[in-house]
T-cell receptor
Framework: QQQVKQSPQSLIVQKGGISIINCAYE??????FPWYQQFPGKGPALLIA?????SEKKEGRFTISFNKSAKQFSLHIMDSQPGDSATYFC??????????FGDGTTLTVKP | GAVVSQHPSWVICKSGTSVKIECRSL??????MFWYRQFPKQSLMLMAT?????????EQGVEKDKFLINHASLTLSTLTVTSAHPEDSSFYIC???????????FGPGTRLLVL
């Protein structure tokens, strides 16, 4: 059973728009929820992360919203830019550090 | 800060040979490093967890005799693909966990092509 479900699989947004990617998890033992950005041929880069005791975290144009009761969290990219076009992965980590990744969302921001 | 390097960035080898991939945390100490495999347009698949000074823990379905992992120091882990075959061709990515912040930082990946 997939422990982290990510949607949508792909997303097309106009420049300046808001990109929203959602993830849902099963195991309440997860205690760390990072988002990664990956460009083709490169390793993932940590974008922003949140712990379950916080409902929202904002860093620049990127915001994580976290709903502990629903076991859901989402990434919002404000004022999306063509340079944001990449694949985004959500993840859920156990206290020991082992992570489970979502399937990824390919974001295309059209100029 | 928090830079993880991998070497080589890409490698082509003949079937039957062994290939070693190095993963280094350049500016922090990592008691734990992870090795992932990623197929085109797919997510990261965890292969094994590597702890400094101890044996690696492999995920179900990953052959430990084929994918040898050594974590000799707090800044270096190596993955050796033994007797490589074309089906081992993939993008291999390591990550190192900052033991203070418990954050994983990923390397740039190594693309392996076995002919």
């Amino acid at each position: 059973q997939q422990q982290v479900k990510q949607s949508p699989q792909s997303l097309i947004v106009q420049k300046g728009g808001i990109s929203i990617i959602n993830c849902a998890y099963e195991n309440t033992a997860f205690d760390y929820f990072p988002w990664y950005q990956q460009f083709p041929g490169k390793g993932p880069a940590l974008l922003i992360a949140i712990r379950p005791d916080v409902s929202e975290k904002k860093e620049g144009r990127f915001t994580i919203s976290f709903n502990k009761s629903a076991k859901q969290f989402s990434l919002h990219i404000m004022d999306s830019q063509p340079g944001d076009s990449a694949t985004y992965f959500c993840a859920a980590s156990y206290p020991a550090g082992k992570s489970t990744f979502g399937d990824g969302t390919t974001l295309t921001v059209k100029p | 800060g928090a830079v993880v390097s991998q070497h080589p960035s890409w490698v082509i080898c003949k079937s039957g040979t062994s290939v070693k991939i190095e993963c280094r945390s350049l500016d922090f100490q990592a008691t734990t490093m992870f090795w992932y495999r990623q197929f085109p347009k797919q997510s990261l698949m965890l292969m094994a967890t590597s702890n400094e000074g101890s044996k690696a823990t492999y995920e179900q379905g990953v052959e430990k005799d084929k994918f040898l992992i050594n974590h000799a120091s707090l800044t270096l882990s190596t993955l050796t693909v033994t007797s490589a075959h074309p089906e081992d061709s993939s993008f291999y990515i390591c990550s190192a966990q900052d033991r203070v912040q418990e954050t994983q930082y990923f390397g740039p990946g190594t693309r392996l092509l076995v002919l």
